[in-house]
């Protein structure tokens, strides 16, 4: 992984845990629900390292997803960097998602606290809720995101038109990212269907790579480790989306909080965003462990190991940083409005960036801007 300007050292020896995106269109929310798997909690206690600090609340919610993208929960959790920061009092209770729209339900219904999320599904938790559901509380990670195809169909870009390609989830980050990928191309597609010069197959991530063995799919779109396992089945890397974008950085994966627990908890929250902050440096400071950390919490969640074709190119192409790259959410959530999935949101608001920047201030590191998005 790419080094983050965090770059502190591992500290005491820790206690393993074991650990138990999608902006869908708000025009047509209600006919696609939300449908998307959650694993069961599983609750841990959160021993520190010899710290007997009591915060405000003796539980602490956490969701993420089972995918590299979120590499910091992952690792996070199991070196024991939250547990450190939250003490003995404070209990971690972890729910694993599959995809965004359950992850901002389960936030919105106080099943979650905080939660590791796309940039798509925030925005949409955040306008569906008239800006009063969550705040984006810090960055986690960029890129990530390939175009990847059937070499014997597809040999460059325009060979995409025509083709058949998946995205994980209707209005999703990487669906959005792809039709404006499309649209900029001058090609047209029907955004709630799929239909058009391209067709876009909206196909869940577990099943994508068993999609393109049989041939109803032609390539695509898609975060990591799919991109990669998709390559080990034979296909091509046709486009990094992090070439698209400036200094090739983008958000993939931020942090949000509910805004009740915010205000009630702030010594939660800012525990974990201690713990947050640690555990990304350490991952910088030790990437080698760190994706064996990761594969090997992968395994425990979903049965088997990432194999070193698919975890190797793919963690290299994920930026683990603090930086939730602000300007980038808007520029994302103008890419929705663009394809029809999105009437154009105020975000001002949407960022609490001020616990994060406390933290590396505290630490003698520069702070981090919201864009103007603050609030």
């Known amino acids: 992984m790419t ?19 999608a902006l869908l269109p708000l025009l047509a929310l209600a006919a696609c629900g939300y449908g998307s798997e959650k ?20 539980t602490v919610k956490i969701g993420y997803f089972a995918n590299l993208t979120h590499a910091t929960p992952l690792v996070g959790l199991k070196e024991g960097f939250f547990a450190d920061e939250l003490g003995s009092g404070t209990t971690i209770k972890e ?19 905080i939660g590791w999320i796309g940039p798509s599904p925030a925005v949409n938790g955040w306008t569906k809720s008239g800006g009063k559901s969550l705040k984006i ?14 070499p014997e169909k597809i040999t460059s870009l325009k060979d995409v038109k025509g083709k058949k390609i998946a995205t994980p ?37 577990k099943v994508t790579p068993d999609a393109y063995k049989t041939g109803s799919i ?61 555990t990304n440096a350490w991952i910088n ?19 088997k190991p990432l194999p070193a074709d698919v975890i190797d ?30 009437e154009k949101p105020a975000l001002k608001g949407i960022y609490d960036l001020s616990l994060l920047n406390k933290i590396l201030k505290g630490e003698g590191k520069t702070g981090i801007d919201d864009a103007g998005l603050g609030g």
């Not at 694993?39 to 003796?58: H, I, Q």
């Not at 499309?182 to 869940?204: F, H, L, M, N």
């Not at 930026?319 to 999935?341: K, M």
């Open 3 to 21: 080094a983050d300007r965090t770059t502190a050292p591992r500290t005491s020896a820790r206690r393993r845990l074991i650990a138990g995106a």
């Open 39 to 58: 694993k069961d909690d599983t609750t841990n206690a959160a021993a520190s390292s010899g710290t007997s600090k009591k915060l405000s609340a003796s």
């Open 95 to 113: 729910s694993v998602f599959n995809a965004g729209p359950a992850e901002i339900e389960a936030l919105n219904a106080g099943s979650i606290d």
């Open 137 to 150: 509380i810090s960055g986690s990670a960029s890129g990530g995101v390939k175009l990847v195809v059937n």
């Open 169 to 205: 989830q209707l209005g999703n980050t990487q669906d959005v990212a792809f039709l404006n990928w499309i649209s900029e191309q001058g090609w047209k597609v029907d955004a709630t269907s799929g239909k058009g010069d391209v067709s876009v197959v909206r196909t869940d991530n």
């Open 218 to 278: 032609d390539g695509a779109w898609v975060p990591e480790p799919t991109a990669s396992k998709l390559v080990a089945e034979g296909a091509k890397v046709l486009l990094d989306e992090s070439d698209l974008w400036p200094d090739k950085k983008f958000v993939i994966t931020n942090v949000i909080v509910s805004q009740t627990f915010l205000k009630e908890h702030p010594d939660v929250v800012e525990a974990v965003l201690r713990g947050s902050v640690k």
């Open 285 to 303: 400071a030790n990437p080698d462990k760190a994706k064996a950390d990761a594969n090997a919490q992968l395994e425990k969640l979903s049965g």
């Open 313 to 342: 190119p793919a963690w290299k192409s994920i930026q683990v940083i603090d930086d939730p790259l602000a300007s980038t959410l808007q520029t994302e959530a103008d890419h929705a409005v663009t394809a029809g999935l999105l």
